[in-house]
């Protein structure tokens, strides 16, 4: 695909992806899903990358969705346009490797919504965030009613949806919305540290802490359970046998790809 609002940059097994579209302040549009449902089909494909890391360019991550395309469509087009987000970031979720939101700015509406999808939030401390989409007269459409929710308790997600209000990065570290705030110029090697760590760690190990805790976050505790004992079953005779080893022998393991 010809990319036209994402840039991607891929270094030491971690692909760095950009939305750049500044001077909309990178708002979210058709284009935008249409880019990252292909990205992200090309990375689960290439054994090079082990980590994601989202941001955008300019002084916004992204400011919400695309007003401009949304302003005239009808009930029917509003429904896709909100699938269509729906089924770009619940690809996020389900994407293998980890993830890494940047946010390295504005991050509102369908911005704060890409940063709810991603597995970790890091923000500049000149980050905003906020649900804004009442002050239009709609609602976020790109499953934030559920995930903000389920991230930083019922109360504190009703409050800023109701409202619209806009939080600052301390404000968000404190809701549990972002889990660590860092100066602008110091996000990006935040990012890229953190991937780094995550990274060395055993690669089928890392998967299958995304996969086994997001898919028992939605199951009863007794399931979620048995399905961690079925995973954690899985990697004996296989990376595990090689961790294990090489802490019994003092040296750093050699995983098996």
């Known amino acids: ?71 005239q469509k009808t009930q029917g087009e509003g429904r896709e346009f909100s699938r269509a987000g729906q089924r770009t970031f619940r690809n ?4 293998a490797k980890p993830i890494i939101a940047a946010v390295n700015g504005f991050a509102l509406g369908g911005g704060s919504e890409l940063a709810l999808a991603c597995d970790i939030r890091i ?24 995930r903000l929710p389920r991230l930083i308790g019922l109360g504190n997600a009703l409050y800023l949806l109701m409202t619209g209000e806009m939080i600052g990065a301390e404000e968000a570290l404190r809701m549990g919305l972002v889990q660590k705030v860092v100066e602008p110029d110091g996000l990006l090697p935040a990012a890229v540290e953190l991937a780094k760590t995550i990274s060395a760690k055993g690669p089928k190990a890392v998967r299958l802490v995304k996969q086994v805790t997001r898919q028992g976050f939605l199951m009863n505790f007794e399931a979620g359970c048995a399905h961690e004992s079925e995973m954690f079953g899985s990697l004996f005779e296989n990376e595990a046998a090689e961790g294990m080893r090489a802490f019994l022998e003092k040296r750093p393991p050699k995983w098996p790809q």
Do not use: C, H, W
């Open 1 to 71: 695909m010809d990319y036209q609002v994402l840039k991607t940059a891929v270094s030491e097994g971690i692909a760095t992806i950009t939305i750049s579209r500044p001077q909309a302040l990178n708002a979210l549009n058709s284009r935008f899903f249409q880019e990252m449902d292909s990205l992200l089909a090309e990375m689960s494909q290439r054994d090079d990358v082990k980590v994601l890391i989202i941001t955008g360019e300019g002084k916004a991550f992204a400011a919400g969705a695309d007003i401009a395309e949304m302003a």
């Open 92 to 95: 996020l979720e389900l994407f």
């Open 123 to 146: 923000a500049s401390a000149k980050a905003k965030f906020g649900q804004p989409e009442v002050n239009l007269g709609v609602i976020p459409g790109y499953a934030g009613t559920q």
